[in-house]
């Protein structure tokens, strides 16, 4: 049996089992078996195939937005509106073959848009082939050339590198394909708008498996845990690990943190050509969590994406200040969640660390204002920071 077939066989068990105390172990086992095949099923493919010409974009600017989506949603649309990239459009699906790079400029950022060929159930394992084949338009060879079996992996490699994940739905028919896709990402690996399950864990020599939490756990218990890593590990041949559950985890969640390169990934659900539905269908869906309706078309409630775009991108702005000078409030070094003075110092000038004696920092990322800061102290959001050099 090859592993496509082991992933289905036990996704049919895990849905014809009941959920109760009674199967909870062995639902635990079936997930662990699950969470390794996927994980065989995702190592890179040696078959040059896989790799997939014109998804090898650059990371560059300030932030990237991957564009997701079922065929003709308007993903192309989009980008060719918001940036000043022109993206082929058509009413046919598939227009789209390869990763199309644009650039938002907001609020002093340059945020690289992707879009990316549409993707359908089974993109995850490549069932795209079938499609591409279909469409007459291409020469041959195109279509053998984009039929790699990779190409929907591809896609979803691209995702992977992204800050932020606009998943792209036709606005009549968003539900369905919310779900597919949703499944889709999932399966991957890929965490929408969660965040990492606060478990430590950590594989060692000797000394079997030490379990403790530091809260009251409702969905798993030390028997469970110590199944579920039996099973994930025998293939690895660990059997011992310390592991410390610090949340009130699922089995799932702990399976993630066993398995390991997860991304938890903020997504925008962006309902599109809401032109097509009715004011009561628009109200509905606008109030789902985490979503926003537009109309490229129309050119309706673009600037609202755009600023929950920002929002969800949650960049931090510095702003610098020279000695006996007010700060430059006009032109802000934007830098990811996370950064550091050394990253502020790198933005500036390339040799500044070099010559960095110390910092002088306001803000909410310090106690004083100003605050005596190296090179290791993490900025936040809207500080002023003054560099001293030696
Ligand atoms: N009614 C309506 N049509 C739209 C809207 N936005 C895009 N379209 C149309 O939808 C069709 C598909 O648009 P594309 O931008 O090519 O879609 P895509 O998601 O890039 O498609 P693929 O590249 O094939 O995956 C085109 O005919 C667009 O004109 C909208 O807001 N309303
Ligand atoms: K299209
Ligand atoms: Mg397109």
């Not at 084949?133 to 992204?162: E, F, H, W």
């Not at 991957?188 to 950590?202: A, E, H, M, Q, T």
């Not at 409702?218 to 610090?246: D, G, P, W």
Request: aromatic share 8%; net charge positive; with cysteine.
């Amino acid at each position: 049996m090859g592993i496509l077939e082991k992933i289905s066989e036990i996704e049919k068990e895990i849905a014809r089992t009941q959920k109760n105390k009674a199967t909870e172990y062995h639902l635990g086992l079936l997930k662990a078996k699950l969470a390794k095949y996927r994980a065989q099923l995702l190592e890179p493919s040696k078959s040059p195939a896989a790799k997939g010409e014109g998804f090898d974009v650059m990371k560059s600017g300030d932030a990237r937005v991957a564009l997701i989506g079922f065929p003709s949603v308007g993903k192309s649309t989009f980008l060719s509106l918001m940036t000043s990239t022109a993206s082929e459009a058509a009413s046919y699906e598939f227009t789209t073959l390869t990763c199309i790079p644009g650039v938002i400029e907001y609020k002093g950022a340059n945020i690289q848009l992707l879009d990316l060929p549409g993707i359908i159930e089974g993109a995850a394992q490549g069932w795209l082939m079938s499609v591409f084949m279909c469409r007459r338009d291409l020469p041959s060879v195109v279509s053998l050339s984009v039929s790699g079996k990779g190409r929907g992996r591809q896609v979803i490699a691209v995702a992977r590198t992204a800050d932020v994940v606009i998943m792209m739905l036709d606005a009549t028919k968003g539900e369905v394909q919310r779900a597919l896709l949703e499944k889709e990402l999932e399966s991957v690996g890929i965490r929408l708008n969660k965040s990492k399950p606060n478990i430590y864990f950590k594989p060692k020599k000797g000394g079997g498996i030490s379990f403790n939490s530091t809260v009251t756990l409702t969905q798993c218990s030390e028997k469970l845990v110590q199944l579920i890593l039996h099973e994930y590990m025998s293939s690895s041949e660990i059997f011992n690990a310390e592991v410390l559950f610090r949340e009130d985890c699922s089995p799932d969640e702990f399976i993630d943190v066993i398995v390991g390169n997860r991304v938890y990934m903020p997504c925008l659900y962006v309902y599109n050509k809401i032109d097509q539905i009715s004011m009561e269908e628009v109200d509905r869906l606008a109030r789902r969590p985490h979503s926003v309706v537009i109309s490229c078309g129309m050119k309706l409630n673009l600037d609202y994406l755009l600023e929950k775009l920002w929002e969800y991108l949650a960049l931090t702005c510095i702003y610098t200040k020279k000695r006996g000078q007010r700060p430059d409030f006009t032109d802000a070094i934007i830098l990811r969640k996370g950064a550091s003075v050394e990253h502020v110092c790198h933005r500036i000038h390339r040799s500044l660390a070099s010559q960095f004696k110390y910092a002088l920092v306001w803000g909410t990322s310090t106690k004083y204002s100003p605050q005596r800061v190296g090179l290791t102290h993490m900025m936040e959001h809207e500080d002023v920071i003054q560099i001293v050099k030696k």
